[in-house]
């Protein structure tokens, strides 16, 4: 069975780093031709993909976010992590990690983590 587990802090000053951890069980994080990926969703506001780190190491984000993104991965532990820059009361969010594997259309996320509540606020 897989499952997901975001880690990280849960309150934040604005101009703070944000930085989480998701590990991961059931499923290798190196395993074809899976996408390791950190989606949030704003109070009142729909998901926000915002990037993601293949089971090569590959990275993408969401140009939205990009210049103050990071996601890398430790394949000894199993797990991925998102450091995201200069966070201001607009990054308030649940921010969650999913599997995310290609289709023919797109991307499908299998399974999720919980979902970590990050308060960005002075």
């Known amino acids: 069975q897989v499952q997901l587990q975001e880690s990280g802090p849960g309150l934040l000053k604005p101009s703070q780093t944000l930085s989480l951890t998701c590990t991961a069980s059931?499923?290798?994080?190196?395993?074809?031709?899976?996408?390791w990926t950190w989606i949030r969703q704003p109070p009142g506001k729909g998901l926000e993909w915002m990037g993601a780190?293949?089971?090569?190491?590959?990275?993408s984000y969401s140009p939205s976010v990009k210049n103050r993104t990071s996601i890398s991965r430790d394949t000894t532990k199993n797990q991925f992590a998102l450091q995201f820059n200069s966070v201001t009361p607009e990054d308030t969010a649940v921010y969650y990690c999913a599997r995310g594997k290609p289709t023919g259309w797109g991307y499908e996320y299998d399974y999720w983590g919980q979902g970590t509540q990050v308060t960005v606020s002075s």
């Open positions: 780190i293949s089971y090569s190491g590959s990275t």
């Open positions: 059931g499923s290798s994080i190196t395993a074809n031709y899976y996408y």
